[in-house]
C-alpha cells in the first residue's frame, strides 16, 4: 500500500505533486504575504497601541485582554508555521513528501465565539476576527492538500477495458 504522500489524487497525481505545486502558486504567494503581514500588523499593536489600551482596562477587562491576546498570538504562530513549511517547500529547503507528515498538519480549529466583553479594544477584537478567518482558509488548504482522502473517479468500463489491452501487448 502506498504512502499516504503517494496516493494520487483524484486527477491522478501524487499528494506531494500537489503540495509542490501549491507552494510555488500565486495563491500561496497572497495567503503568505497576508499571513505574514498579519502576524507583524499584530505584533506591532500588541507592543504599541494595544498595551497602552491594556493599562486603561478594568482589571477583568485586562485579564481578558490577556487572555485573548494570548490566543490571538498563539493562532497566528500556527498560521506563520504552516507557511512557513510550504515556504520551504517551495524553496527547497524541505521536500514536499517531509511536508506530508502529520507533525505538520494544523489542528481543527474548535469553535470559539468571538471575545464578548464589552470593554475589549476593537482592534483587539478586530485582530482576532481577521486571525480566525485567515486560520480557517488555511486549515481548508491544508485539509485540501493533505488529509482529502481521493475521491473514487467513477470507473469507465471502456477505458478499463483499453488500459488492460494496452497492458497485455505492451502499449
Known amino acids: 500500500m502506498p504512502s499516504d504522500d503517494l496516493i494520487p489524487t483524484p ?11 501549491f507552494a510555488r502558486s500565486e495563491l500561496f504567494d497572497r495567503t503568505f504575504r497576508e499571513g505574514m503581514e498579519l502576524v507583524e500588523d499584530t505584533a506591532a499593536y500588541l507592543d504599541g497601541d494595544g498595551r497602552r489600551e491594556s493599562k ?3 482589571r477583568a477587562t485586562a485579564l481578558a485582554y490577556a487572555g485573548e491576546s494570548m490566543k490571538l498570538t498563539t493562532r497566528l504562530m500556527q498560521i506563520a508555521s504552516w507557511l512557513l513549511v510550504q515556504r520551504a517547500v517551495r524553496e527547497g529547503d524541505m521536500t514536499a513528501v517531509s511536508a506530508c507528515d502529520a507533525r505538520y498538519r494544523l489542528a481543527d480549529r474548535k469553535v470559539e465565539t468571538e471575545p464578548t466583553h464589552p470593554e475589549l479594544p476593537i482592534a483587539l477584537i478586530e485582530y482576532v476576527v481577521r486571525a480566525e478567518k485567515l486560520y480557517d482558509r488555511v486549515l481548508h488548504l491544508d485539509r485540501r492538500m493533505y488529509l482529502d482522502a481521493p475521491e473514487e473517479e467513477a470507473v469507465n468500463p471502456v477505458q478499463s477495458q483499453l ?6 501487448f505492451g502499449g
Open 163 to 168: 488500459d488492460r489491452l494496452a497492458a497485455a
Open 56 to 58: 486603561l482596562l478594568s
Open 11 to 21: 486527477a491522478g497525481r501524487s499528494r506531494a505533486a500537489v503540495v509542490d505545486d
